[in-house]
């Protein structure tokens, strides 16, 4: 009695192959959208700029440290490029709200006037100083560094030339004697401890790699919360981590700023301390860092 007024959608068999055609072609698209997006975040040329800061806080010198190590980091991950920038500590520089003080003030002045300051203040000084960007920050409270040092199980050294009582070769140490080398003051001067600074911290990264050390790694990172403090954001983790992987194969490039990249002179008060020639840094930075 009533027609179907609705006319039947029949697919024939063209119409069948075309959808999925258009489908499939929808499918490799977003395959290839999220590979782009994939490696855009691991290779992209955005470089980051850490500051590394290793305070001398422990419970025999009080909660109040200086920065006695000063490194700035810079990763490239498209290069691949992992750079480290010893500064030292008796370096003479303006500190923003301070005046003219060593560098390794920064951090403390800022935590006596109000506590967790400290490390945004030592990035505004490295930034107003060096002309650099510095984007985050990691402080090692240096007594950890014996925690995590035995967290791995101990860390190896290659020394090129004798170090801090350590001869020339390949040294085993456990946290004490790592801690002990970065402290050493039988080295003679803040430029031998920064080399000395760098032989440990390399060597944690190195250790960090081998996969005989992986079994060690939640004890290393149980380790952490009471050794590090940083605001490197958690998405920004696994980029580093691939980059430092990577430095497996192409190394880490560690330079210190040189006794002839300064001049020491004598302040006021009697403090021996020195001067920055920009004109011998600067074209280091430009290698490092691409100002």
């Known amino acids: 009695m009533f027609e179907d007024t609705q006319p039947t959608r029949r697919f024939d068999r063209a119409q069948m192959v075309h959808v999925q055609k258009r489908s499939k072609r929808k499918g490799w698209s977003l395959g290839l959208l999220l590979a782009l997006i994939v490696l855009s975040y691991f290779f992209a040329p955005f470089r980051t700029n850490i500051l590394l800061l290793g305070t001398d806080d422990s419970p025999q010198r009080g909660t109040l440290g200086r920065t006695d190590t000063i490194i700035l980091a810079t990763i490239l991950p498209f290069k691949p490029y992992i750079g480290i920038l010893s500064i030292p500590r008796d370096l003479w520089v303006p500190i923003p709200g301070i005046g003219e003080q060593r560098i390794n003030t920064a951090y403390f002045f800022a935590e006596a006037n109000q506590r967790g300051t400290g490390a945004q203040s030592s990035m505004q000084t490295v930034r107003q100083n060096f002309g650099l960007p510095v984007h985050y920050f990691a402080v090692v409270h240096m007594g950890g560094v014996v925690t995590v040092v035995d967290a791995l ?32 003051r039988s080295i003679g001067d803040d430029f031998g401890r920064m080399q000395g600074g760098q032989a440990v911290l390399q060597a944690i990264l190195g250790r960090l790699l081998l996969p005989s050390s992986w079994p060690r790694l939640p004890s290393f990172l149980r380790s952490l919360p009471d050794v590090l403090e940083t605001d490197i954001p958690l998405w920004q983790l696994p ?26 002179f004598q302040t006021d008060g009697g403090a021996q301390v020195l001067a920055p020639n920009w004109d011998s840094i600067n074209p280091m930075l430009k290698e490092m860092f691409g100002r």
């Open 153 to 184: 199980g101990g860390v190896d050294l290659q020394l090129d030339a004798a170090l801090g009582g350590l001869p020339a070769g390949k040294h085993h140490l456990n946290g004490e004697q790592a801690l002990a080398l970065i402290r050493d």
């Open 239 to 264: 980029r580093l981590l691939f980059a430092l992987l990577r430095s497996v194969l192409f190394g880490i490039d560690g330079r210190t700023i040189t006794p002839e990249m300064v001049t020491p």
